[in-house]
């Protein structure tokens, strides 16, 4: 039986995505061999490409003035050959510091040049968003910051443009409502949330940063060569690129208003459950703040926090352990989380009043 799935990432995929999934394992449309045999070089695959392309740029209303790649490495490797392509000890990079990932990313930055942290909630445990920078020096490289933090349950509703090259890890919101793309010189997202299955990471940048790439690279970390190669510069992950494919695809079907509406439904379901209740509270406590994406909460012993987690699992929900390094739980409501699994959350949650 399919267990409601609330773990952030890899994270729960529509039933629908899964299907042709299996289908393509067992045999890729009628070539005659699965989708985990197909070459990276064949045409089929060149299709592949192709078509995610076209939606990623559709999805986020963006011109050709955009290149979209498939990479290795996750979000990880992005916070490495981010201030690898950009940054150096001439060239600074500016974050801002609102989670765990944003952290991460700053100190990978710290290795290729000077980083300047603009704006930090460190100190408040990333339990709220920090102001955003009012100035940002122009002499900056750019400016990278994370829109939505999986572990604390933050996510900015606003972004202010900039003076210099923004660049987002879109890893836990990318696609999940209307959003204005075009603000950035650069994003990208591990697929394993709301893009499809782990192994592959989206990139999506504009064709000016490609010449400000500051020191010679290797071509599997150079964006330039990324881009130029249609992501087969080397083995492409076949079967994680065909996965987002249907993934894209049935994001466009849906359409990103009808995700938007549905992600605000089931976001306040929650939060609302959640500020009524005398047993869990959010961890987030500024309204404006909070993710719509993962939902955080504690319970106010550590007895209720075990008998909840077992009431989850006799319930067949899995995956609503808040993140290692917080504890408490935390509900991801990713694209493919519907209505009605939350409904069932909410339910036990009213359950423990
Ligand atoms: N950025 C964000 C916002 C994330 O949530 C994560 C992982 N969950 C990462 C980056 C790191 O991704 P990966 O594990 O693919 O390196």
Wanted: net charge neutral; glycine share 6%; aromatic share 8%.
């Amino acid at each position: 039986m399919r267990k409601l799935n609330f773990n952030a990432g890899p994270a729960t995929l529509p039933e629908s995505v899964l299907q042709e999934a299996a289908r393509a394992v067992l045999e890729y449309k009628d070539t005659g061999i699965s989708i985990l045999e197909l070459s990276h070089r064949s045409k089929e695959f060149a299709d592949i490409v192709a078509e995610s392309k076209l939606l990623v740029k559709e999805l986020c209303g963006l011109d050709d003035s955009y290149e979209v790649v498939w990479m290795h490495g996750g979000g990880r490797m992005q916070f490495a050959m981010i201030p690898m392509n950009f940054a150096s000890e001439h060239n600074a990079a500016g974050y801002i510091d609102s989670g765990h990932w944003s952290e991460e990313a700053l100190e990978y930055a710290a290795f290729y040049g000077d980083v300047q942290i603009l704006a930090t909630s460190k100190d408040d445990n990333y339990s709220r968003l920090p102001h955003w920078p009012s100035s940002v020096p122009d002499r900056l490289a750019y400016l990278h910051f994370t829109t939505n933090n999986t572990i604390c349950g933050t996510q900015w509703h606003h972004i202010p443009a900039t003076n210099v090259p923004l660049i987002a890890d879109m890893s836990s919101d990318i696609f999940s409502m209307r959003h204005n793309y075009t603000n950035y010189s650069l994003f990208y997202a591990a697929a394993q949330k709301n893009v499809g299955a782990a192994g592959v990471a989206l990139v999506v940048i504009r064709k000016d940063m490609l010449k400000r790439i500051v020191r010679p690279l290797p071509p599997m970390l150079n964006y330039k060569q990324q881009a130029h190669e249609n992501s087969i510069l080397n083995t492409a992950n076949v079967s994680g690129v065909y996965t987002s494919l249907l993934m894209l695809r049935w994001i466009k079907e849906k359409g990103i208003d009808a995700i938007e509406k549905e992600n605000k439904e089931k976001a306040a379901l929650l939060y609302d459950a959640l500020d009524n209740s005398k047993t869990f509270t959010p961890t987030v406590t500024e309204r404006s703040h909070r993710s719509l994406m993962n939902v955080c909460f504690t319970a106010d012993t550590p007895e209720h926090e075990k008998e909840f987690l077992a009431l989850c699992a006799q319930n067949n929900i899995t995956g609503i352990k808040g993140h290692r390094s917080v504890g408490g739980f935390r509900a991801s409501l990713y694209n493919a989380i519907p209505l009605a699994a939350v409904e069932k959350l909410v339910q036990l949650i009213k359950t423990n009043p």
